[in-house]
């Protein structure tokens, strides 16, 4: 079975300065990843995805997430936080053989200060 | 276009009411799902529609009744519900459910069971 840890349950960063959150998965084969955003009380927003390919992955608002097979993770960047990044990140895995069920990790509260 | 509309945004009921939770896509999408969110927690999986046929049901309790009425539309029935159902309830779709595709979520609705 798969799992997806976020080590950090909170980080707070600055505004400007650089921001990483850390997933770690764990599945057998090759996996599907994604990260999403959520803002308080809102639905999640996708913010980038991998599949295969280039190991670097860009997504939106200036988000960039990287896939280390040999670590086992696919940790999310940002060179320069706004204040409007404050929000809880999720990392998940999905599975080809599990019927498209997606697993969360636990989640990174980030907050950013002025 | 890759929005998921639900209503209401949100809903107080009591434990011997009878509600129902809304979704509905117009991306063409043939898979849709429901999720639970309790605060500080990352989402999880009830139900899984694919080509309008359930296809999992992570033994949800039967006072939560799924529907499936068209390719476009998602319901949660709710019957019956317990003080600890409050939560923030979330529906996805994805492009059909096989394999690992990207799923979209619509905003949420905040269901408080008193």
């Known amino acids: 079975a798969q799992s997806v840890t976020q080590p950090d349950i909170h980080i707070t960063v600055s505004e400007g300065a650089s921001l990483e959150l850390r997933c770690n998965y764990s599945y057998g084969a090759t996996p599907y990843l994604f990260w999403y955003v959520q803002s308080p009380g809102q639905g999640l927003q996708l913010l980038l995805k991998?599949?295969?390919?280039?190991?670097l992955v860009q997504g939106i608002k200036g988000f960039e997430a990287e896939f280390k097979r040999s670590q086992s993770s696919f940790n999310l960047r940002k060179p320069s936080v706004h204040w409007s990044d404050a929000a809880e990140y999720f990392c998940?895995?999905?599975?080809?053989?599990?019927?498209?069920?997606?697993?969360f990790g636990g989640g990174t509260r980030v907050l950013v200060k002025p | 276009d890759t929005e998921v509309t639900q209503t209401p945004k949100h809903l107080v009921m009591g434990m011997t009411n009878k509600k129902s939770l809304k979704c509905e896509q117009h991306?063409?999408?043939?898979?849709m799902y429901w999720y639970k969110q309790k605060a500080k927690k990352p989402p999880e999986l009830m139900f899984v529609y694919s080509y309008e046929k359930l296809s999992i049901n992570e033994s949800v309790p039967s006072r939560f009744s799924p529907e499936c009425p068209n390719s476009s539309l998602l319901n949660l029935h709710l019957h019956a519900l317990q003080p600890e159902d409050s939560a923030l309830y979330l529906c996805a779709s994805s492009q059909d459910g096989v394999g690992t595709d990207t799923q979209y979520f619509g905003p949420g609705t905040r269901l408080t069971v008193l």
């Open positions: 991998y599949f295969s390919g280039d190991t």
């Open positions: 991306m063409g999408h043939r898979a």
């Open positions: 998940a895995v999905g599975a080809r053989a599990a019927g498209n069920k997606l697993t």
